[in-house]
């Protein structure tokens, strides 16, 4: 880890009422899974920050956003040593504009202490990082994550996040 985890943009149907859930691949979907092993840690990049909600959104493997429920939506509770971990798939691309986005997972973080985070994870060897002015800026470059294929053709990971600075607001106060 290399110093606080950047912002990025939110995007701009994102829901606050997504449940709490460590898998947020409907229950019939039949798709590969991603695996995500990740830590929340404080600005000193060493102290897990425990009971923190970790807010994911993204598309399904077709680009597609689901507007009206909570599909590929859930919020996860950090442990008592800032760890979570998340079921999901490699979401897929759709256009914006004339480019496609590439495949990204939208997350939200609150933190007692902190001010809230707002970021995006991508995924390395996505060909259309290069054309996205998001994904493409210097400060995703630790956003851009590794992923491995298991056995069954899943997918693992790892994606922890550090938070920037002590700020003025409480979870309870968002």
Known sequence: VFGPTRPDILRPLFSENAPDTHSIVPVDYKCERLFLECRLMSTDCETGRSNAVMDFCQANEGGDYDNNGNNFRGKIITDQNGNYNLESIIPGKYLNGSQYRPAHIHLKVQAEGYDELVTQIYFAGDTDISSDPWASSPSAANRII?????????????????????????INEL
């Open 146 to 170: 590794q992923v491995n294929s298991g056995i069954a053709g899943d997918w693992f990971g790892t994606f922890d996040v550090v938070l920037s600075g002590e700020g003025p607001i409480g």
